[in-house]
Each structure stands twice: as C-alpha cells, then as structure tokens.
C-alpha cells in the first residue's frame, strides 16, 4: 500500500522541482539565461573534464579510509562506484540513492561487512562536509565584506561554521576511549534496537582513531576536490557573470550547493537554481541560476561515464564475487 504513495511524492517532487526551475528561469530571463552557456563554445568542454577529473579525488579518498578498515579498494572500482553514484545523485533526492548505490557495489564482494562499508561512506560524506563548510568559513574571511555588509551571507557563514564545529565535536565524541569505556555507553549499547549493527558500526568508527592519518589524507583530498569544483564554477562565472569577484563566486557557489542537497526534489533540481539566483541577486549580481545550470551541464558527462557502468554493473559484480571466493548473490548472506 505504500509504494504507490511513495511514486505519488517522487512525481510530485520532481514536478515541483521542474516548475520551480521553469519559474526561476522565466524571472531570470528564460531561454536567454541559458543561450550564454551554449554560446560559449570552450565552458561546456571545461566543465566537462573538470567535474570528471573532480570524481578523482573522491575516489581516492574512498581507498584511504577502507584501508583504514583493511579493505582494499581499487583506484578504478572506486572512481566507477563514484561515477555510479553521481548518476544516482541527478535521479532520487538528496543524493541518498547515490550513497545506497555505492554500498551496494562497495558490498558485492564483501557481504560480511556492509556495516563497515555503510560506516565507510558516512565518514566519507562528513569528511566532505566538513571540508566544504570550513572552505565556506576560509572564503568569508578572505573577503569580509560579504559577511559584514550582507545579513544573509553572514547568517549562512556562521551557521556553516557552527556545523562545521558540530562535525568535529561528534567526531571526538564518537572516537573517545573514556566515553567507550563508561557505564552508560554499555547501557545504552545493550538496550538500543539492532543493537549488534550499531555496536558494529561505532567499532568502526572508533578504528579511525588509530588511523588519523587516514582521515587528514580523506580531508586533504576532500579540499583539493571542493578547490576543483570552485574551478568550475569560477570557470563558469568568467564567462555567465563577468563582473562578479571569483571569491564571491566561490563562496555563494559553496552556500548554494549546500542547498542543492536538500531532500526535497530530485537532484536538488529547481532548489538549487532558487537558491543560487537567491543568493547572488543578495548582493546585487543576476545569472546564479545559469551559474548552476552550468555545472549541471559539466556534470552529465560524469553522469554518461556512470550510466555507461551501470549498464555493465550486474556482470562486473558478478566478476568481483567470483574472483574473491565470496558468496554468490543467491547465497544467503549477513550485513
């Protein structure tokens, strides 16, 4: 009885994300907000190779922290788990389908350990953040202005960095020996539901501990990702906003994707262009709408290269499993 209802809501989101983005561009100029974009015959080609060179760094960064839990993971199995899920992230909101879709691959020859795998791509999708929100505080105090001459912008700065704060905190406290070893952790551990998954799951948090280097390796790569990804949008902004200040392109960039993620429509369509537009009309510049569009351009080709994957994922799964000796799909298995 549920499934209709929930093909009901993802039709009416993405119904609402198109008219939302329809709006958005009809107030932004219509067809002549994106004519720029295709005009300029050298953007969509840059863009292009530097959303597919971005995918790089996240997949490396996904080896460095399943090494962390002795698992090994290939830069070119990484870099097409990646490329899956980007193509998962244009199609179901908020990016979760991208997260299901790479433990689903991630897991295929390691049955045993989804709850480590699924712990992997939590701390992986924090240390992106994390990274991104620290970028977003950095990029205000180089250029104070925005901060201090636009209550918006500094109201989303400061909560950034009080997530960012947030981020950290959790991580001390979900890697501290005295709170592991305290009677309350025990009693909270052998009362919650699914008990077994979540202890499974804090071990492997706790194994960043002794692993830090991985995680300033994830959080090095992570920068050098989010720097690539403001090269597009820089990239973007000299040819969609010329006038505009690249630091100020950077920063509303890193403040609009944030609400690009917001489960709400697929892919963030329509939200991201609302709060793009929103943003750079704050502080007296048109096109953020046509800024994001052209990312989302940039970004089909890392889509094609995942959907061309998929396509062939069911066979490669199968080749993964068999080379490792593990259980075949029909096999019963345990997370």
Known sequence: MNHPIKHLFTVLRAAFGAGLLYYV?????GWGAVKPMISTAWLLPC?????????????????????AQDMLLSFARGYRVVAIGALFNFCIPGGTGGDVMKLYY????????????ATVLFVDRAVALF??????????????????????IGSLVGAAGLIAAGLLVGGVVACSTTLRASR???????????????????????????????????????????????GVFVAAGRALMPNAPAIAVCL?????????????????LGVGEAAFEGLFRSIGYSGGARLI??????????????????VAGARRIDQYADQSGAPSAAAPSSW
């Not at 990274?131 to 918006?152: F, I, N, S």
């Not at 909270?188 to 804090?202: C, I």
């Not at 830090?212 to 920068?223: D, G, Q």
């Open 25 to 29: 561009l009809k107030t932004s100029g």
């Open 47 to 67: 863009l292009a190779l530097l959303t597919i060179f971005g995918a790089a760094f996240e997949s490396k960064r996904l080896g460095f922290l399943f090494r």
């Open 106 to 117: 991630l897991a295929a020859d390691k049955r045993g350990r989804r709850v480590e795998i």
């Open 131 to 152: 990274c991104m929100l620290c970028l977003v505080v950095t990029l205000a105090l180089l250029d104070g202005k925005l901060v201090w001459e636009y209550p918006l």
């Open 184 to 230: 309350w952790y025990a009693y909270l551990m052998d009362r919650l539901p699914l008990r077994r998954y979540l202890v499974r799951a804090a071990d492997a948090l706790y194994v960043f501990r002794q692993n830090k280097t991985a995680l300033a390796k994830a959080a090095a790569l992570s920068v050098a990702g989010h720097l690539t990804l403001l």
């Open 252 to 268: 509303l960039a890193l403040l609009g994707l944030l609400a690009n993620t917001l489960p709400i429509t697929p892919g963030g």
């Open 293 to 310: 569009l052209a990312w989302r351009a940039g970004a089909l080709a890392l889509c094609c290269v995942g959907c061309a994957l998929y």
